[in-house]
């Protein structure tokens, strides 16, 4: 598995590449498209689509160059992360990207050129938040932060559901290397020992 990462406008987003078998996606290509193709550059692989943790403006910004440049590139994300019609906050919901759109939700999987990326539905920073689960890494969004997670008072956030999102990944048996939307890496192993709000979803 091929992994890399570069902090993105306008807020430092983790914008994240995943790549096998000559194929990459983007995970959360934030405002900084011309980062995000310097890293598929980089990389010497395929862009085969572009994955959301959630929709975000700060995830979500560069998304329209992409597309100008790779038309038939699928963009996956959770269906509570597409905009109602109305709504008064599309900054953190995305819109319809006709043939682009894609969906994807608990206990989907997908294939990137042998690679598995699992999704989890981790709701609690938006509705449709979800973590992606690919190789040893487990890109959380912004659900899980080393040290700290996600805040809850913007459109779509729950308390209630972060609680439930952050003692559903703490119970994951295995061990992964930890890339949150923002902010340093970490281990689930260690945000379990020391995070103290994955220990007090735990202990609910």
């Not at 329209?64 to 992360?81: C, I, K, N, Q, S």
């Not at 953190?92 to 598995?116: I, M, S, V």
């Not at 048996?173 to 103290?196: C, I, M, R």
Request: contains cysteine.
């Amino acid at each position: 598995m091929i992994f890399d990462t570069v902090p993105v406008e306008p807020i430092g987003t983790n914008c994240c590449l995943i790549g096998e078998g000559g194929v990459c996606a983007l995970v959360d290509p934030g405002g900084s498209p011309e980062l995000a193709l310097e890293m598929v550059e980089r990389s010497g692989l395929e862009l085969k689509m572009v994955l959301l943790t959630h929709a975000h403006y700060d995830h979500v910004g560069a998304i329209p160059a992409l597309l100008e440049r790779f038309p038939d590139l699928p963009v996956y994300a959770h269906e509570l992360e597409l905009c109602p019609a109305g709504s008064p906050n599309p900054r953190y919901f995305l819109p319809h990207l006709g043939k682009n759109q894609r969906t994807y939700g608990e206990g989907d999987t997908l294939d990137l050129g042998g690679l598995a990326v699992r999704v989890l539905h981790t709701p609690g920073h938006s509705r449709g938040s979800v973590t992606l689960l690919a190789g040893d890494i487990m890109l959380s969004g912004d659900t899980l932060f080393a040290g700290s997670c996600g805040r809850v008072d913007l459109p779509g956030g729950d308390e209630q559901q972060m609680w439930s999102s952050l003692a559903r990944l703490g119970r994951l048996e295995e061990d992964w290397t930890v890339w949150p939307g923002h902010g340093e890496a970490t281990s689930l192993d260690y945000e379990k020992q020391f995070n103290p709000y994955v220990k007090r979803a735990l202990s609910k």
